[in-house]
């Protein structure tokens, strides 16, 4: 079994949906009326990408993935 639990239709969706946060994030950020733009890092985009997997990871691979968006966090 894999890390990823999903029928191949959402896999293509997820996979759209991470294209589409990780190359839109600069213009996100830039929209978003934020006093501090380093508050956005690209260690957020990060994070936010690894949230949209979060539904489809198998259970042996959840406390890992967890630890990886803290570390996100963390940099951020």
Request: one cysteine or more; glycine letters at 4%; charged letters at 20%.
């Amino acid at each position: 079994m894999g890390v990823i639990v999903a029928e191949d239709e959402q896999i293509d969706i997820l996979a759209l949906h991470i294209v589409f946060t990780a190359t839109c994030w600069c213009t996100f950020v830039k929209l978003m009326p934020v006093k501090d733009p380093a508050a956005m890092a690209s260690g957020l985009a990060a994070y936010h990408v690894l949230t949209l997997l979060d539904p489809y990871l198998a259970a042996d691979a959840r406390h890992d993935m967890n630890d990886l968006r803290g570390k996100k966090l963390r940099q951020h």
